[in-house]
């Protein structure tokens, strides 16, 4: 269960190790890692150091916030994140949000590593996630309310529309091509299988993940404007003739992520 007492330890503990309040949080998915290493001045904290964090066992998942400036803005960004496959708890993998929230960000950006679903779509794009759709059958936000975190039933109207206009703006800016669509948050481990894919397809989802939505509850359930960025690493079970590999996404990633560092660099300058 999520308690405000703990969110507020948390952020204690990162205020006495943190150079300054940080504006703006960001979570780097799968492969999507180094971008913690453009941050200046980094100052770089283990989860295994910050009371009740929990420790990603994800291949290619740092484990430690890294707070510093990017683009002149005061960022600390996740550089690793838990996932339900992993084994974690929905609330487990929530928790960070709710500190990072408490230390004072005003802004959060999730992005992830995501098959496409949506056949206009090419391996290498980038999707601003403009809603999701939780497949996962479960919610951050099963058992006791503390109703000083949020409230028990909170509206899901979550990817603020302003900066989903920013997001596009910074990728005209960039000469970027930033797709648009519906994320679908599924379990996994397992890739899906290509009955799935079509199924979600026809529920209006556009790419699929392992990520994400519980971040983007608990974003929503504390009043965290949130933006979503997937870079599409596959095309998703039975829209190419071909299997699926976990190596795959990280090779696209990697070769990818020049160009997704400079679109997220010009996008905080813009925030
Ligand atoms: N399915 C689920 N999660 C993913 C995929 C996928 O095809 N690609 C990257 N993460």
Same mark, same amino acid.
């Given at each position: 269960m999520l308690t405000h007492d703990e969110?507020?330890?948390?952020?204690?503990?990162?205020?006495?190790?943190?150079?300054?309040?940080? /504006?703006?949080?960001?979570v780097l998915g799968s492969g999507l890692g180094p971008l913690a290493e453009e941050i200046e001045q980094p100052v770089c904290i283990p989860y295994g150091d910050i009371p009740h964090f929990r420790v990603s066992t994800a291949p290619d998942h740092a484990g430690r916030l890294v707070c510093g400036t990017l683009s002149g803005r005061r960022i600390v960004c996740m550089q690793g994140r838990l996932h339900g496959y992993e084994g974690y708890a929905p609330d487990e993998i929530a928790y960070p949000v709710y500190v990072l929230k408490e230390l004072g960000v005003g802004a959060l950006i999730v992005t992830n590593a995501s098959g496409g679903i949506n056949t206009g779509f090419e391996v290498g794009d980038f999707m601003l996630i403009e809603d999701h759709i939780n497949l996962t059958g479960k919610s951050p936000l099963t058992g006791a309310n503390?109703?000083?975190?949020?409230?028990?039933?909170?509206?899901?109207?979550?990817?603020?529309p302003a900066l989903r206009e920013k997001a596009l703006t910074a990728a005209e800016q960039c000469g970027t091509v930033l797709r648009r669509g519906v994320y679908i948050g599924v379990n996994g481990p397992q890739f899906e299988t290509p009955a799935e894919i079509?199924?979600?397809?026809?529920?209006?989802?556009?790419?699929?993940?392992?990520?994400?939505?519980? /971040?983007?509850?608990?974003?929503?359930?504390?009043?965290?404007?949130? %933006?979503?960025?997937?870079?599409?690493?596959?095309?998703?079970?039975?829209?190419?003739?071909?299997? %699926?590999?976990?190596?795959?996404?990280?090779?696209?990633?990697?070769?990818?992520?020049?160009?997704?560092?400079?679109?997220?660099?010009? %996008?905080? /300058?813009? %925030?």
């Open positions: 969110v507020k330890q948390s952020a204690d503990f990162l205020r006495g190790k943190l150079p300054f309040i940080p /504006e703006i949080g960001i503390d109703a000083s975190l949020g409230t028990r039933f909170p509206d899901m109207f979550a990817y603020a079509r199924a979600f397809r026809t529920l209006g989802a556009d790419a699929v993940g392992m990520s994400t939505v519980f /971040e983007v509850i608990a974003a929503a359930h504390c009043g965290l404007p949130v %933006l979503g960025i997937a870079m599409i690493t596959n095309m998703a079970a039975g829209v190419l003739n071909k299997p %699926l590999s976990g190596a795959e996404v990280n090779e696209i990633a990697e070769k990818r992520g020049g160009v997704f560092r400079s679109y997220v660099k010009t %996008l905080v /300058e813009t %925030l």
